[in-house]
């Protein structure tokens, strides 16, 4: 279960320039076709409602973000090589966004993809160079033909209106530049559909054709018990059930791509509102203000750290239960076929460890909330790893980590080898008993040396459980790394986070990489984390946040400046390897 889910240019321009902008134009027209096989007039008087709305940012703001990108690779003005081709395209508005509208009046859908032009004619007949012929067509229209291709355009407003009939023109909106504004004010590049506008029909269609396909594929396996089958069948039918919920539930749902020059980033957002009074309007009301308990997860200059918090709802906790006992057949399933055992007594002990884990997990999400984090710190010279957080029943990981240690010890004894002892209730930290094991790590090889640069002499595991909690921990002075995030989420008790966050900081990543990586790769790899470190100014992150906005939620992919940086010269280090050079810089 997901936490908040609703279930360079250069000379190839000018060979394709004619075929890109001609397919580019064709293809977006064909898309819009797909959605309406027979075009039909539209009812006197019924009112055009969005369905997919698709914008793409300004000619002007494009070519600014081109610069920047340009810059990463040490060409500031790399929009320059671009404008010559821009300007043969005459009569457009290059400071308005593009975009395609579908829309429909609740039976026939219909649309347009909206150009700001200032002639049409013009513009077209610029175009001409690309093999996109015009003429006049009937009741005020101008026929375009596009290598073989019939369209049709009409001017108003300051707006070219291209569809594949003429019908489809007469509904366009007046003025499509409100509704890209929305979404070109903050991205680059969107996608929005307004799901409750699809018509029930069309939505009706794909839902159906949707459950039919997974139940052809739903074939009994050889070897496939009828329980086995059974379960796996009901797990389809909770999925289909939850696409058919999100359907009614889903008010908008928006993709955005961005490339922001000004704060040197660049991200994607996935957004989604709820329909008022929905199961999904409810979850989100639940979440609206996030609290957790294990604040001193929140590590923003970790190498990698991760914080959750949140709420399950009534109807996820039910959904969970009804799935539980496909999942446990199928994970049983899974056990039988692949799992490598002795004894059928090793067999069953691992089955029971798996099944108490799922236990613990269930109770986890009976008790209402996921809370908890994980966090890793890495250098040239040590590594850890503390995950951890909220457990219904503790007692069960306890139990089944019991179980796989003496499978463990019994596969050892088997084939003569000694298994590192566990040393259970080693130590304790406020309400947490420790249980750990120290793996030696043999001295020799290239990677058993650079496991003890990491490590040192042994690889340290630590287990954590408390009275509602339980962490997992490896690496030098995991343990104290786990009191450390104790006593730090002790400190600040429902700490205000988002429901989700995750980041990597990329210059610990690549420092410690430096260190690991073959001879013939540490250059590269050096020169990278050399630019991080002196460049970078701390902004090398990319982080994955989820956060709430009125009756919705977005889920955000960020990329910082350092990171957009090393793709930049991880790509030129390619392309001159490609071209030769050995991938020196």
């Known amino acids: 279960m997901s936490i908040l889910s609703p279930r360079c240019w250069s000379s190839p321009i000018r060979l394709g320039a004619r075929s890109l902008a001609t397919k580019s134009l064709v293809i977006a027209l064909v898309a819009l076709f797909a959605l309406s096989t027979t075009t039909k007039a539209q009812a006197q008087g019924s009112k055009m409602k969005?369905?997919?709305?698709?914008?793409?940012?300004?000619?002007?703001?494009?070519?600014?973000?081109?610069?920047?990108?340009?810059?990463?690779?040490?060409?500031?003005?790399?929009?320059?090589?671009?404008?010559?081709?821009?300007?043969?395209?005459q009569g457009l508005d290059n400071d308005q966004p593009i975009g395609l509208v579908v829309q429909s009046d609740g039976i026939t859908p219909g649309g347009a993809i909206c150009v700001p032009c200032k002639d049409l004619k013009m513009m077209l007949g610029g175009m001409a160079m690309f093999g996109i012929m015009h003429e006049d067509g009937p009741n005020g229209t101008i026929q375009i033909n596009a290598q073989g291709q019939n369209l049709f355009a009409r001017e108003a407003n300051g707006w070219a209106y291209i569809?594949?009939?003429?019908?489809?023109?007469?509904?366009?909106?007046?003025?499509?530049?409100?509704?890209?504004?929305?979404?070109?004010?903050?991205?680059?590049?969107?996608?929005?559909?307004?799901?409750?506008?699809?018509?029930?029909?069309?939505?009706?269609?794909?839902?159906?054709?949707?459950?039919?396909?997974?139940?052809?594929?739903?074939?009994?396996?050889?070897?496939?018990?009828?329980?086995?089958?059974e379960a796996r069948k009901q797990m389809a039918k909770v999925q289909v059930d939850q696409?058919?919920?999100?359907?009614?539930?889903?008010?908008?749902?928006?993709?955005?791509?961005?490339?922001?020059?000004?704060?040197?980033?660049?991200?994607?957002?996935?957004?989604?509102?709820?329909?008022?009074?929905?199961?999904?309007?409810?979850?989100?009301?639940?979440?609206?203000?996030p609290k957790t308990?294990?604040?001193?997860?929140?590590?923003?200059?970790?190498?990698?750290?991760?914080?959750?918090?949140?709420?399950?709802?009534?109807?996820?906790?039910?959904?969970?239960?009804?799935?539980?006992?496909?999942?446990?057949?199928?994970?049983?399933?899974?056990?039988?076929?692949?799992?490598?055992?002795?004894?059928?007594?090793?067999?069953?002990?691992?089955?029971?460890?798996?099944?108490?884990?799922?236990?613990?997990?269930?109770?986890?999400?009976?008790?209402?909330?996921?809370?908890?984090?994980?966090?890793?710190?890495?250098?040239?010279?040590?590594?850890?790893?503390?995950?951890?957080?909220?457990?219904?029943?503790?007692?069960?990981?306890?139990?089944?980590?019991?179980?796989?240690?003496?499978?463990?010890?019994?596969?050892?004894?088997?084939e003569g080898e000694e298994m590192p002892a566990v040393n259970w209730n080693s130590g304790s930290h406020k309400d947490v008993q420790f249980h750990t094991v120290n793996i030696p790590i043999p001295a020799g090889g290239d990677d058993e040396e650079k496991a003890r640069q990491l490590f040192g002499d042994t690889l340290d595991i630590a287990v954590g459980i408390g009275k509602q909690t339980a962490y997992f921990a490896l690496g030098r002075d995991c343990i104290e790394a786990v009191k450390g995030i104790i006593d730090t989420s002790a400190a600040s008790p429902q700490k205000a986070v988002p429901p989700m966050e995750m980041s990597f900081a990329l210059t610990q990543i690549m420092q410690a990489a430096a260190a690991m990586v073959d001879e013939e790769d540490k250059p590269q790899i050096e020169m990278m984390a050399n630019m991080l470190a002196n460049e970078a100014n701390g902004r090398d992150h990319v982080r994955i946040a989820v956060t709430m906005i009125p009756n919705g939620a977005r889920t955000r992919i960020e990329a910082e400046e350092g990171v957009l940086r090393t793709i930049g010269m991880a790509a030129m280090a390619a392309q001159m390897e490609a071209a030769g050079a050995g991938g020196a810089f």
């Open 50 to 89: 969005p369905i997919a709305v698709v914008a793409l940012n300004s000619v002007n703001n494009i070519l600014e973000d081109v610069n920047f990108i340009g810059s990463l690779g040490g060409q500031p003005r790399l929009a320059d090589s671009v404008r010559p081709f821009v300007g043969m395209v």
């Open 163 to 229: 569809s594949m009939a003429p019908e489809m023109l007469d509904g366009a909106p007046a003025d499509p530049g409100a509704l890209f504004g929305e979404l070109t004010s903050e991205y680059d590049l969107a996608v929005r559909v307004h799901v409750q506008n699809i018509p029930e029909a069309y939505k009706k269609i794909a839902l159906d054709q949707l459950e039919a396909g997974m139940q052809a594929g739903m074939q009994q396996l050889d070897g496939e018990s009828d329980e086995q089958y």
């Open 243 to 289: 696409l058919k919920q999100a359907a009614q539930d889903l008010d908008e749902l928006t993709f955005g791509l961005a490339i922001d020059g000004q704060q040197q980033r660049t991200f994607l957002d996935i957004v989604y509102t709820a329909v008022a009074g929905s199961k999904l309007a409810d979850q989100i009301s639940v979440n609206a203000d």
């Open 293 to 414: 308990d294990f604040a001193g997860f929140f590590q923003p200059d970790a190498a990698m750290m991760m914080s959750f918090a949140s709420k399950v709802s009534d109807s996820d906790i039910a959904q969970v239960e009804q799935m539980f006992g496909a999942i446990m057949k199928q994970i049983e399933t899974s056990i039988d076929n692949e799992g490598d055992f002795e004894t059928e007594e090793d067999r069953q002990a691992v089955k029971s460890a798996v099944a108490d884990f799922m236990e613990a997990l269930k109770a986890t999400l009976q008790a209402g909330k996921m809370d908890g984090g994980a966090v890793l710190n890495v250098s040239p010279s040590s590594l850890s790893f503390v995950a951890g957080g909220f457990v219904g029943d503790p007692g069960k990981v306890e139990s089944g980590l019991k179980k796989l240690a003496g499978v463990a010890k019994n596969v050892a004894e088997k």
